[in-house]
């Protein structure tokens, strides 16, 4: 006889409960995680519009822009407070720094999108006007691209900050959450009676 499925939790069940209910409840983490995918969801949507529904086609285009573009910001080495006039500096060698072209091999390996589909859509970006091609192994975005995402940039942004100060603000919560209960845990452990053998401090 087959084990009876698990009965459809109520709509309106608290996440304390559904936390409950987790061999190893992690309630702040997946309060967190959630929150956090908000921003990813959000950008997915806006995707969605931009590539007439065809997310692989976005991926694509997403990795020739990582691509092009992340390499030459991770070869300026930022520090986490720089002064001022370092910034100046940083921001006048980025401008310097060379666009980093691409290849549908290392397209197709970073996502496991099957090299076939990934020409299929490096090609329906070239008719879009948005990507240069030079042979099988050099794909950058053209101005076309940039020009069609700066709409969305604002937006984009924000929704990032938004989301980051409020994860700051959970995270802060939780925090103090925790070392409430843990002096709640110290107190209760200081107050209980000696057991045998133990003398009670004077």
Request: net charge positive; proline share 6%.
């Amino acid at each position: 006889m087959g084990s009876r499925p698990p009965r459809k939790p109520a709509s309106s069940i608290s996440i304390g409960d559904l936390a409950a209910q987790i061999t190893d409840p992690v309630t702040d983490r997946m309060i967190l995680s959630t929150y956090a995918s908000r921003f990813t969801i959000n950008t997915m949507r806006r995707a969605y519009r931009l590539f007439g529904g065809d997310l692989t086609l976005f991926l694509v285009f997403g990795e020739i822009a990582q691509y092009n573009i992340a390499r030459a910001l991770r070869a300026l080495n930022f520090q986490d407070t720089p002064e001022p006039a370092h910034w100046k500096e940083l921001m006048r060698t980025l401008q310097q720094q060379k666009v980093a072209p691409c290849n549908a091999l290392s397209i197709s390996e970073a996502t496991g999108i099957p090299r076939e589909t990934v020409r299929r859509k490096v090609k329906e970006l070239e008719e879009r006007g948005w990507l240069y091609r030079e042979g099988a192994r050099s794909l950058t975005l053209s101005p076309a691209a940039v020009e069609q995402l700066s709409a969305t940039d604002g937006e984009i942004m924000e929704d990032f900050r938004e989301t980051a100060r409020v994860i700051r603000l959970l995270e802060d919560a939780f925090a103090s959450q925790e070392k409430q209960r843990g002096s709640r845990r110290e107190n209760v452990g200081g107050a209980a009676e000696p057991g045998p053998g133990r003398a009670a401090k004077p």
